[in-house]
């Protein structure tokens, strides 16, 4: 199993900037994906951004492309989202999650199996 946890939210004015990261421990050589979701107030768990572990390619949500962006440190075994020009809708939890097999595009929640606890961002207007 993988344990996940995330730090950095916060809350930070519209326009502003935030880094999210999540330490992995435990089978963390199992992991073939990682990502992030978030959930927001009375709406539903949504896609945010993926990162395959190894070879480091992102997929991201149409909503956050050219302000997010993904990465990881393999030795780290931390992944990280960077979120620039940030808007009041951003608000959520924002979660990470592992996946031990390769994901479809556009990736569900089902697809993931280890989940971190969340990390709250708001962004005021």
């Known amino acids: 199993q993988v344990q996940l946890v995330e730090s950095g939210g916060g809350l930070v004015q519209a326009g502003g900037s935030l880094r999210l990261s999540c330490a992995a421990s435990?089978?963390?050589?199992?992991?073939?994906?990682m990502g992030w979701f978030r959930q927001a107030p009375g709406k539903e768990r949504e896609f945010v951004a993926a990162i395959s572990w190894i070879a480091g390619s992102t997929y991201y949500a149409d909503s956050v492309k050219g302000r997010f962006t993904i990465s990881r440190d393999n030795a780290k075994n931390s992944l990280y989202l960077e979120m620039n020009s940030l808007k009041f809708e951003d608000t959520a939890v924002y979660y990470c999650a592992a996946a031990k097999t390769p994901i479809p595009t556009p990736p569900l929640g089902s697809d993931f199996a280890s989940w971190g606890q969340g990390t709250q961002v708001t962004v005021s207007s």
């Open positions: 435990g089978l963390t050589f199992s992991v073939y994906v």
